[in-house]
């Protein structure tokens, strides 16, 4: 079992990535978090403690005065902080200083992974957002040279730097399941698309491969980001008892990608997968080779 915090000021945005995670997001219904609130989720059926942290001064101060019982055992903590506040950065990284030096008394060296938020795409454009994101970056490493230490910029009206953040970092807590990469890299080649990724239940990636880095960053990342808010209608969907998937082609060029979405099986992991390419016909026989491949390499994942 894997402890996450959730942590950082009050407004910072920590309820807003949550439910715009779980598709539930409301301005209108959005209350500020009180106290500790905790909550189970499962990645591929290993189970994960969450505690999302109120963030005004009197919860702070209780955080760092009850400090065994909620940050003792931690395995990845989730820093947030509101880049378009910079009034507040100084308290935050104040914060985040006292923070730390509770697990460096305890010597617990958790994985650190902050959200450098609410970069929005019209204000992640401007001068003011990239000085912003330079002079947090260089603040945190300055505080954090001890610590394994991430950066994702993050917004809530861009779901999939939300995904890559809660994806890559709470895999890390996985290592066998780079495995999984392994396996789609060998298996797009084979097949000869363009890129394949793997969905868990709360739509984390757990697996993703590209045939080139300029194709996935030009074409099928952006690509893939307008189609989150199908992906998820798919899967509540699926939730009610109902079977649907998804075929859709974009032009590029002089040619179409295809963009396939279907429910798959592999071993005991109900997943997603998603097959990126020119032209894909047998959809069904793909699926039996990726079955195939992955029970060739089941004993990786134990």
């Not at 931690?74 to 730390?100: G, P």
């Not at 808010?229 to 699926?238: A, C, K, P, S």
Request: with cysteine; net charge negative; charged share 25%.
């Amino acid at each position: 079992m894997f402890k996450i915090l959730l942590m950082g000021l009050d407004e910072a945005g920590k309820t807003s990535i949550l439910l715009s995670m779980a598709g539930q997001y409301d301005p209108s219904r959005i209350k500020p978090t009180l106290g500790a609130e905790r909550s189970e989720m499962n990645v591929l059926g290993f189970p994960i403690i969450r505690w999302d942290l109120g963030g005004q001064e009197q919860y702070r101060t209780d955080y760092l005065q009850k400090r065994s019982r909620i940050l003792d055992d931690t395995d990845l903590l989730f820093y947030v902080i509101d880049i378009a506040d910079k009034n507040r950065f100084a308290e935050s990284l104040n914060y985040y200083h006292d923070i730390l030096n509770y697990f460096r008394e305890i010597g617990l060296i958790p994985l650190i992974v902050i959200f450098l938020h609410k970069a929005d795409p019209d204000f992640l454009k401007t001068p003011e957002c990239q000085q912003s994101i330079k002079y947090l970056i260089d603040q945190f490493k300055a505080k954090t040279q001890d610590f394994d230490i991430e950066f994702f910029i993050t917004s809530i009206f861009n779901k999939k730097s939300l995904i890559d953040a809660f994806s890559q970092s709470i895999l890390r807590l996985f290592p066998k399941l780079n495995a999984l990469d392994t396996l789609l890299k060998t298996f797009i080649a084979d097949a000869e698309l363009d890129a394949a990724l793997l969905f868990d239940e709360n739509f984390f990636i757990v697996g993703n491969a590209y045939k080139d880095e300029i194709s996935k960053k030009e074409i099928i990342l952006p690509a893939i980001n307008g189609l989150y808010f199908l992906f998820e209608d798919l899967i509540r969907v699926r939730e009610q008892g109902y079977e649907l998937e998804l075929n859709l082609r974009k032009p590029e060029g002089n040619t179409e990608l295809q963009f396939l979405f279907r429910p798959i099986t592999l071993g005991t992991w109900h997943l997603f997968v998603l097959f990126v390419g020119r032209e894909i016909i047998e959809i069904n026989a793909l699926i039996e080779i990726l079955k195939r491949d992955y029970e060739a390499m089941s004993p990786f994942f134990k």
